[in-house]
């Protein structure tokens, strides 16, 4: 077989190749198939979107933008039982998806708008964002802080409400990674930001950023999405170590409710008022303690009770 041979049969290859593929990509039902696969329910999207490695590079910004969603985080979260469409309105079920949806921003209030029920929740979208107006993240003129919105804190494919009976060291670790994962220079150990504060981690471990960096709330109602400057937040202790500190009205307002469920009313009068935060409680110590009152008192009504009764016998045996 000389080289004309093998040239002619690789043109034949090729040619059958070509006349294959224009008939595979011009068949109007191979189109159909494909738009059929891909779908708009969440099993479709996360056929993509599970993969680790899903992202693109944003070309205004040169940002590379990730685009994985954990199937698992999701169906755990406040939205698990949302179809991604609910949220992700337009052609999402071409690829590669259309200019007009890929560049779609979300806003929360646009959906939990329309919850307006009242007795179903204590506070309103409307408000949150209100109070985000007149946060330092919406006010502040940093470059980092341009187009900041809900979804910096709070991943709508992760967001999970804290629940009654969720330890609070949980509660804390989870609420100030939030912060500590865009304010990282916070954490280094010449760090100025909080040399006022004594024992930093040990408030870090105690204590949420919100609790000192957001202006009190009524009671009925959550801590405000207003974060504070640093000038303007809380530098008083006392405001915390003190009978009654700004945290009941907080954090201990979680606290109350979990020790009222698990140890009665009497958890609640004793401890609540004289737990100092930062300190390690001990139920142990907190058990001993109370039993030592308790046989103080028993001792003093037993005392009280001998002497009334040698007072009877000594009345008694007088003429």
């Known amino acids: 077989m000389n080289d004309r041979d093998i040239s002619m049969r690789a043109g034949g290859r090729l040619a059958q190749a070509l006349l294959l593929m224009g008939l595979f990509l011009g068949s109007p ?23 680790e490695t899903l992202g693109y590079r944003d070309p205004g ?15 755990h979260s406040a939205h698990g039982e ?49 109070e985000f107006a007149s946060s330092i993240h ?3 003129d940093s470059p980092k802080a341009a187009g900041f919105d809900c979804h910096r804190c709070h991943d709508p494919h992760v967001f999970r409400h804290s629940e009654v009976g969720q330890p609070l060291a949980a509660i804390v670790q989870k609420d100030n990674q939030l912060c500590l ?12 930001a909080h040399l006022w504060l004594p024992k930093r981690d040990k408030h870090w471990g105690s204590v949420r950023c919100l609790d000192c960096h957001t202006p009190l709330t009524d009671p009925s109602r959550p801590v405000s999405h207003q974060i504070l400057a640093a000038k303007d937040s809380n530098f008083d202790c006392i405001n915390c170590h003190s009978k009654e500190p ?13 020790d009222l469920a698990g140890g009665g009313w009497l958890s609640k009068a004793v401890f609540n008022e004289a737990y100092v935060v930062g300190m390690s409680r001990s139920p142990q110590l907190d058990a001993l303690g109370l039993g030592v009152i308790g046989l103080t008192l028993l001792g003093l009504i037993a ?9 009877r016998r000594l009345k008694e045996d007088r003429p």
């Open 29 to 51: 039902l191979t189109e159909a198939a494909i738009q059929g696969r891909l779908g708009t329910d969440n099993a479709d999207c996360l056929r993509c979107h599970h993969m």
């Open 61 to 75: 910004t040169g940002d590379i933008l990730d685009l994985h969603v954990d199937a698992r985080q999701f169906e």
């Open 82 to 130: 949302l179809q991604c469409v609910d949220c992700h309105e337009g052609d999402f079920g071409q690829y590669p998806h259309p200019e007009s949806v890929r560049g779609q921003r979300l806003d929360c209030v646009g959906c939990h708008k329309e919850l307006h029920k009242a007795d179903k929740r204590h506070y309103t979208f409307e408000t949150i964002a209100e």
């Open 138 to 140: 919406a006010t502040s």
């Open 181 to 192: 994962s865009c304010h990282t220079k916070i954490r280094e150990p010449y760090s100025t």
């Open 246 to 258: 700004r945290l009941l009205q907080r954090l201990y307002r979680y606290r109350s409710e979990t």
């Open 303 to 311: 005392h009280g009770w001998g002497r009334y009764r040698a007072y």
